[in-house]
């Protein structure tokens, strides 16, 4: 997504984790414990990929997006659609969105990355903005500019 930043990648750690599970040190029921709720958001409000389950490999995986953020009030800690995610991002000024890729065949789940959305991004760096904030927004502004 366009205004998405500060950007965490959880592949490292989830390979570490496959690792373990492959090499016997870890039990797949230690890794296969999605809850009740991630399952539910998973069939309600997740995004089906083309990524086959590691662990059971008969199933593909679902990726969710939870929000959070003091704007969102009450929705915190919701998930949402992918599609649900670019509106909130020109009403909010910062949300964070983490992504859970889970498995409906055997309850795998994982934090696939996260990641700020919302307006500020788009700000060249407003007053409330720290410095690193700022510079990371203006280089974002120039990217723009160079891209058009
Ligand atoms: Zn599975």
Redesign the pocket.
């Known amino acids: 997504m366009r205004t998405s930043r500060q950007v965490v990648d959880y592949s490292l750690q989830k390979r570490a984790v496959l690792r373990d599970v492959f090499a016997g040190r870890v039990g797949t029921y230690d890794v296969c414990d999605a809850s009740p709720y991630l399952k539910n958001a998973a069939r309600f409000h997740g995004e089906p990929t083309e990524q086959r389950?590691p662990?059971?490999r008969?199933?593909n995986l679902t990726h969710v997006h939870y929000i959070y953020g003091d704007e969102l009030k009450q929705s915190a800690g919701q998930a949402r659609t992918l599609a649900e995610l670019p509106a909130l991002a020109m009403t909010l000024r910062e949300f964070q969105v983490f992504v859970v890729e889970v498995?409906l065949?055997?309850d795998?789940n994982h934090l696939v990355e996260q990641f700020l959305l919302g307006r500020d991004g788009l700000a060249e760096g407003g007053p409330e903005q720290g410095a690193a904030e700022a510079a990371t927004a203006a280089t974002q502004g120039r990217r723009r500019e160079a891209q058009r």
């Open positions: 389950c662990i059971c008969s199933e498995c065949g055997c795998w």
